[in-house]
């Protein structure tokens, strides 16, 4: 089993940065891959950027791309979402995920990962 929890959600201006952290306990050292995903009202889950087991590669969604940096620190068995340039449609959920199955996989999948936490809130004020 593999615990997760979000932090770093808050109330942000638009044109604003917050950092989320995401703590994993429990059976780390066989986490694969990372990943964040958010969902604002009334729209589904979306994929923001996932990042491999050792932080060697890094993926974004396009409206995220250039704004957003994932990163993880596997000593401290946490993961981070550096988030610049908010925009208003920032507001949102955001859940970090965590896969360990081993195997091919998407990271912008929501089903290929095996844990989820629970979730902490941003919102982007104008």
């Known amino acids: 089993q593999v615990q997760l929890v979000e932090s770093g959600g808050g109330l942000v201006q638009a044109g604003g940065s917050l950092r989320l952290s995401c703590v994993a306990s429990g059976r780390t050292l066989r986490a694969y891959a990372m990943g964040w995903f958010r969902q604002a009202p009334g729209k589904e889950r979306e994929f923001v950027a996932g990042?491999?087991?050792?932080?060697?590669?890094?993926y974004y969604a396009d409206s995220t791309k250039g704004r957003f940096t994932i990163s993880r620190n596997n000593a401290k068995n946490t993961a981070y979402l550096q988030m610049d340039s908010l925009k208003r449609e920032g507001t949102a959920v955001y859940y970090c995920?965590?896969?360990?199955?081993?195997?091919?996989?998407?990271?912008?999948?929501?089903?290929?990962?095996?844990?989820w936490g629970q979730g902490t809130q941003v919102t982007v004020s104008s």
């Open positions: 995920a965590s896969r360990i199955r081993r195997g091919s996989f998407s990271v912008a999948i929501e089903k290929d990962y095996d844990y």
């Open positions: 990042v491999s087991w050792n932080g060697g590669n890094t």
